[in-house]
Structures are given as C-alpha cells and as structure tokens.
C-alpha cells in the first residue's frame, strides 16, 4: 500500500467511525441527508474519503443511496430489527460457546475487567457515548478471545451497531439494570466454563434486547 492510499484508507476509516457512531448514537437520525459538501466541511476531508465512508456504511445497512438524491441515514424498520436481533443472537451465542469450551479462563477474565469500566458508566452519569464504547468492549472480549474466527467478529460488529442503534432509537434506558445483571451472569457462566448456561444466557441476553427495541419502537404485536 502506498503512503497516499495508506493515508485515504485512514481518513476513510475515521470519516466512517465518526459518522457511523453517530448514527448509532442517534445524532444522525434516519432520513437525515449525509450531503458530500457539508460533511467535507465539517469533517474536513476531501470527498474520495467520504464517498468511501459512505460506501462502507450503505453496505452496513446504515445509510442508503439513492441516484441523483444522494446519501441519507437509513429508515428503521420492522422487519430489519427483528432480522438483525435474529442474527445476532446466531453470532454472539456462537462465539460465547466457544470461548466457553475452548478458553473460559481467559475469556472470562478479560470480559471482568471489561466489565468494570461498564459498571462505572452504567452506576455514574450513564454518558451514551461512554455506554457504547464500554458496552461493546465487554461483548467483544469473547470474540476478542477466538481471534481465529474473523469472521464472526466481522458479522458481529456490523449487527452489534445496527442493534445497538434500534435500542437508542427506542430510549430503552430501564433495560440498562436487566442489561446490566445478565451482563454479570455471562461473566459468571464464562469463569465457570459452563457451555449450557453461557448458551441459554447469551442467547436471552440479545431476545431481551430485541423485545425492548421492538417495544420502545413501537413495533411489538
């Protein structure tokens, strides 16, 4: 990789980062227009890097484009919450059984140190932004624990911001506390090795979510 498309790669990461953690947080709301002109200003990047940010986030399923319209913030819908929520259940239950079997120790030590940062955040000021970060640490410290399996990680990141995005839409802050005690029963499951409880927790885990989400969105039958 050259120096210059080294450098296009890296501002394309950090224009999608910003913009995609935005959307999740709910800063960019669906529908919005991610117009070209004002983006390069504010973000103060050339447009290659931000077309290529767009790219990244239409096939994130976080914005889409329309010809001669351009780029806006994706609509939130019905069936795309309940399919993401689905598929994430498939992936995180997946990677916890795993590391349960093949490296609960390590995993599960690392997901307590993880999850201290969590608990500050979520027994302090509730920042959003903090949430986010400290939220998907935790869950990623299994995946983190089967690096083997890249593509889990790959599916699980894109489905975790979708997901994570329903959940801030919806302003299901009651969640955190439920959120918060099955956080510490998958770390508790994860240090005993115990594979059945890590499935039946890390699979109700992400089912809870999704019925908070569907309900907060006004979704739910």
Known sequence: MSPSTSTRATRTDYV??????????????????LRLDALSEQLDVSRVPLREALRELHAEGLAVTYPQRGAFVSDIVRFDVVDSFMLLKTVEVAAAERAASERPEATAQLMSTRY???????????????????HQAFHFAVFESIEESPALQRMARILWNSCERFLNAAHVEERLIQSDHEHQRLLAYMADGDVTAIRA????????????????????H
């Open 16 to 33: 999608a980062e910003t913009l995609r953690r935005k959307i999740v947080l709910g800063e960019l709301k669906p529908g919005t227009p």
């Open 116 to 134: 201290q940062a969590l608990s500050n955040v979520i027994h302090s000021d509730r920042d959003r932004e903090k949430y986010l970060t400290a």
């Open 201 to 220: 927790i890390a699979g109700m885990h992400v089912e809870h979510g999704a019925e908070a989400a569907l309900h907060g969105l006004g979704f739910a």
